[in-house]
């Protein structure tokens, strides 16, 4: 957590859950489960909530899950109104999935927030039971950001120093966003960098065939170079039309504002904006 934000931790059990107990979706009281929440000291937002349900006892299962994407996406909205972080603009739905884990299955949604192009040090992840409807987790992160927004390497040589990091003779590109992280990772200090996902029609291996990395925009240093969870073989039919589209890799580079990112102001945090509530208030 950034030092701003001090967290009041609060662990606690389903028969005294003192901040959830009325938000909609949580905790079945018909099945033992032992729940964990971090608070905001100074805004009394709730930044991470865990259901750690009983794994002793059988889960209701459904095929397929008795809740759909979309009512489970209305139920982790409803939630997040409930509790006063609602993603709207600039906060972008980037990730709706479904997952079958054996014992559980769930979907997972993760929104990103987004100035001009520019992938900010922020992000909510709301886990829903995919039979129950429950929400399983809860994640905010929204820190403001603390360095310069020019990058001095560009996303074409950024991607060229990957391919090259890699022994990429030909590469596709499948993502890449211009992003405030953190080196060393979190809570490291922030970086400007570029976020790389690069495939490889070349490849002979699982390992070589996909790479996610992150290039420091200030410097053109290769942060961290890494296969992604979702890299799968690529057979030969594939790869030959993904050699295809090698050509074409300056197609996939992110349509940024630069000169807007440069000139701010950058959103305010979630918790920034409590705060000039709370101050409105008191006035």
């Given at each position: ?13 389903f ?17 033992p489960?032992?729940?964990?929440a971090?608070?905001?000291?100074e ?11 009983d794994?002793?006892l059988?889960?209701?299962r459904?095929d397929p ?7 489970a ?17 600039p906060?972008v739905l980037?990730?709706a999935r479904?997952?079958d ?8 949604f993760?929104?990103?927030k ?5 992938r900010l040090?922020?992000?909510i992840d709301v886990?829903?039971?995919a039979?129950s ?20 390497v ?12 890699q022994g990429?003779?030909r590469w ?6 211009l992003i ?6 979190y809570?490291?200090?922030q970086v400007l960098?570029w976020?790389?996902?690069l495939?490889?029609p ?15 925009a200030?410097?053109?240093v290769v ?6 969870a ?13 050699a295809?589209?090698?050509?074409a ?20 945090t ?10 409105r208030r008191?006035?």
């Open positions: 957590m950034s030092s701003r934000r001090r967290i009041l931790l609060a662990f606690l059990c028969s005294a859950l003192l901040v959830c107990s009325n938000l909609p979706g949580m905790a079945d009281p018909a099945v489960a032992s729940e964990a971090a608070i905001d000291r805004t009394g937002i709730l930044i991470s909530y865990l259901r750690l349900g794994m002793s059988p889960r209701p459904g899950p008795a809740v759909s994407q979309e009512e996406l209305r139920r982790a909205r409803e939630f997040l109104e409930r509790v006063g972080v609602e993603p709207r603009a906060w980037t990730e479904y997952q884990a054996g014992t559980i299955a769930f979907y997972t993760l929104w990103r987004y100035f001009h192009g520019l040090p922020a992000w886990v829903i039971d039979d409807g429950e929400v399983e987790s809860y994640i905010l992160q929204d820190d403001p950001v603390l360095v310069p927004l020019t990058p001095r560009g996303a074409a040589e950024a991607i060229k120093r990957v391919a090259e990091h990429y003779r596709i590109v499948r993502k890449v966003e405030v992280s953190y080196e060393p990772p809570p490291g200090p960098a976020w790389i996902e495939i490889n070349d490849a002979r291996t699982l390992s070589e065939s996909e790479v996610l990395a992150r290039v420091n200030q410097t053109g942060i961290s170079a890494a296969m992604p979702s890299a799968s073989p690529i057979d030969p039919d594939s790869r030959s039309r993904l295809e589209k090698a050509a890799n300056d197609d996939a580079l992110p349509k940024l504002d630069l000169e807007a990112i440069a000139k701010g102001p950058i959103p305010p979630i918790f920034e904006l409590a705060q000039r509530k709370g101050t008191r006035r």
